[in-house]
């Protein structure tokens, strides 16, 4: 379908799941994670409020810049590298079709 990019998520446990996402349902990383049944809180619903959809970027993916408040949540959470992602703020777009994003730890 035209509509639809891979997306890879690595589990915490190394796993790599490659998932197939719409691109017409205005959803982002972390709706994909949880539609999937992959073990992402989205505690805040997408808000950029707490961290809990953190994953680390593994591919050359370019992506839009951080927003304030996706910079502001990761200047607070655990286990962030430069790399760090929140995946609420990571929509899916064509633009990212064949994106790979570990999970960060808990």
Request: glycine share 6%.
């Amino acid at each position: 379908m035209d509509n639809m990019i891979q997306v890879t998520i690595i589990d915490r446990e190394g796993v790599p799941h490659p998932l197939d996402a719409p691109t017409d349902m205005n959803m982002n990383i972390m709706e994909i994670c949880k539609s999937y049944e992959l073990p992402v809180e989205g505690t805040c619903g997408g808000m950029a409020l707490c961290a809990s959809c953190q994953c680390y970027l593994e591919s050359d993916t370019p992506l839009p810049e951080q927003s304030d408040a996706e910079l502001a949540m990761l200047d607070q959470a655990f286990h962030v590298k430069d790399n760090s992602r929140l995946g609420c703020q990571i929509r899916i777009t064509p633009e990212i079709d064949g994106i790979v994003l570990r999970l960060a730890p808990q």
